[in-house]
């Protein structure tokens, strides 16, 4: 008996937050770890499902950088990375909308729906379809100038990024409770296909929806602080000065720009979590703690 009356005090603890998340937009991209451990899988899954069952309206943006590379090798062809950034020729980009579009958008609309049923289903999506993501050739010397590095002589290929976001069909999937699942590649002028950065692409959606949330799953707990410590809460302000001090660095700093452009268009609140943790999203959403970091206007 102490066990269930646990289970429904942790339940009742939840009804606060699911009443305020009701009927709002979530934007999660998901990546690293979650995507190729199969018990994390399952926990997302799965929590991308309770979520669209209590109301809230999810739209997933997923990554693939490894599952690209290992299809590359298996081509004979070679990753080349530019200040970051994969650099990406045609052949490069007819690998990654084969393993992104293909591959992978697909395996996460499958696991996803074995645990729904009629009326909520994920369903796949490029940037292509529909036109969802309209985009263009990444503006190199201003993306590397905001990130505080050496803008590279070396052409990036097609590497892109968003201009403009097809709202009203995410809004009609939305409607219809379907769980959109996006492949962040792009279309450009003359139906040209750009690779575009998942967390950039997650950051442009979730601002175009005006989204309540948009969560980063990434392979550490959250941002730290110079000692290493975990900041729970995170104020859009001082990320430039964790930047210019030297506190984050790496695939962090492109993470928080995109964190810092989402709140400034509209978006309430965003963190990045650990997904190494089973159910991480859940433990964010609906507890007082949360266990990673919430980054607030």
Not at 34 to 63: C, P, T, W
Not at 192 to 203: F, K, P, R
């Amino acid at each position: 008996m102490q066990t269930l009356l646990d289970r429904a005090r942790i339940l009742q603890s939840a009804l606060p937050y699911i009443r305020e998340f009701y009927g709002k937009v979530f934007v999660i991209k998901y990546g690293g770890s979650a995507m190729v451990n199969e018990q994390l899988r399952d926990s997302f899954a799965r929590d991308v499902v309770l979520l669209a069952y209590v109301g809230i309206k999810v739209v997933v943006v997923h990554g693939g950088g490894p599952q690209i590379s290992q299809t590359l090798e298996k081509f004979g062809l070679k990753a080349h990375f530019v200040g970051g950034v994969r650099k990406t020729d045609a052949e490069t980009m007819h690998v990654v909308e084969m393993v992104l579009s293909g591959d992978i958008n697909k395996d996460i609309v499958a696991l996803i729906n074995t645990h729904t049923k009629k009326p909520i289903y994920a369903v796949g999506l490029s940037g292509r379809d529909g036109e969802l993501l309209r985009a263009k050739k990444l503006d190199k010397e201003s993306y590397f100038k905001e990130l505080g590095l050496d803008v590279p002589e070396e052409d990036l290929g097609f590497v892109g990024e968003v201009e403009e976001v097809n709202v009203e069909l995410l809004q009609t999937l939305l409607e219809r409770n379907y769980i959109p699942v996006i492949a962040p590649v792009g279309v450009g002028e003359g139906g040209q296909a750009y690779n575009i950065n998942a967390d950039l692409c997650a950051s442009k959606i979730a601002q175009a929806l005006k989204a309540e949330k948009v969560i980063f799953l990434t392979d550490t707990e959250g941002v730290k602080d110079k000692d290493g410590s975990l900041i729970s809460t995170l104020s859009a302000q001082d990320i430039p000065r964790l930047i210019s001090e030297g506190v984050v660095k790496g695939g962090m700093i492109p993470k928080l720009k995109s964190c810092m452009s989402a709140l400034k268009e509209g978006v309430k609140k965003v963190h990045i979590i650990d997904g190494r943790v089973p159910h991480s999203i859940l433990l964010e959403v609906f507890t007082d703690e949360g266990i990673g970091t919430q980054i607030v206007p």
